[in-house]
């Protein structure tokens, strides 16, 4: 899911991002107007991805969100929450009644944000769960927001790359997830067909997670299509 993240504070958007990210999203942050038009339309040609939801602050240095959010409904129905400190009833209004999905008034939680992105999202027929952010199972303790793994209590170091491997798995726990989807996520498109690399980092990862590597019971494999986490207990 990737989502635009219109916003000009530039600690909010820090934070914002950074809870996204840990929830599976792909951010792409704008401090502006200009930034917020020029994403668009580079998703939107970047192999037809798009985007999938918008967060728009308003009061921008450029101009008002109002504008992006008309110019974006006259192109599209992509779902789009207003985060703002107007408190006005009758400005939410107009934003709803121009197409806004919701109005979240700052400052808010970052639980009620995700859960009303789901709203927004499954409202648009993209049925999509609350990601998986903390994994506990065999002495493994995985915690993706404090980006800290325990086993039997120690704490495992895990390069960057092996813990972004880890985490797209911990986010799906108990489904499996393929390897192009895999790749994808974690190494980029471009890397979509380059399997060796998910075998190799999955070696890894078993070594330093796995009471037995040789017989993994936590970090599966499904053959031919891709792997999965053992569900958590």
């Known amino acids: 899911m990737r989502v635009l993240l219109v916003e000009d504070d530039r600690e909010l ?11 599976g999203y792909e951010v792409l942050p704008a401090a502006s107007l200009a930034d917020a038009r ?3 339309a580079h998703a939107l040609c970047a192999q037809g991805q798009g985007i999938d939801l918008v967060l728009l602050d308003l009061g921008l240095p450029d101009g008002d969100g109002t504008d992006f959010l008309l110019e974006l409904r006259r192109k ?3 779902p789009l929450i207003v985060i703002s400190a107007r408190q006005v009833e009758g400005a939410k209004i ?6 806004a ?14 859960a009303r992105m789901r709203v927004a ?24 927001k404090l980006r800290r793994v325990r086993r039997d209590g120690a704490e495992v170091r895990l390069t960057p790359r092996e813990f972004d491997l ?14 192009r989807k895999l790749l994808t996520d974690v190494w980029g498109a471009v890397h979509c067909e380059q399997t060796h690399y998910l075998r190799l980092y999955m070696a890894q990862l078993r070594g330093k997670l796995e009471a037995n590597p040789s ?5 599966l494999t499904e053959p031919g299509v891709g792997y999965r986490i053992a569900e958590a207990r």
């Open 13 to 23: 958007r820090a934070t914002l991002r950074e809870a996204l990210a840990v929830e």
């Open 76 to 78: 599209q129905s992509t």
């Open 166 to 179: 880890l985490a797209r798995l911990v986010r799906q726990a108990g489904q499996v997830v393929t390897h």
């Open 38 to 40: 020029a994403l668009a």
């Open 121 to 144: 999202l499954r409202h648009r027929g993209r049925l999509l769960e609350a990601a998986v952010t903390h994994y506990q199972r065999d002495g493994l303790d995985i915690d993706l």
């Open 101 to 114: 999905d919701d109005y979240l008034v700052k400052p808010f939680g970052i639980g009620e944000l995700l």
């Open 215 to 219: 017989e993994p019971s936590v970090l």
């Open 94 to 99: 107009e934003l709803l009644d121009a197409g």
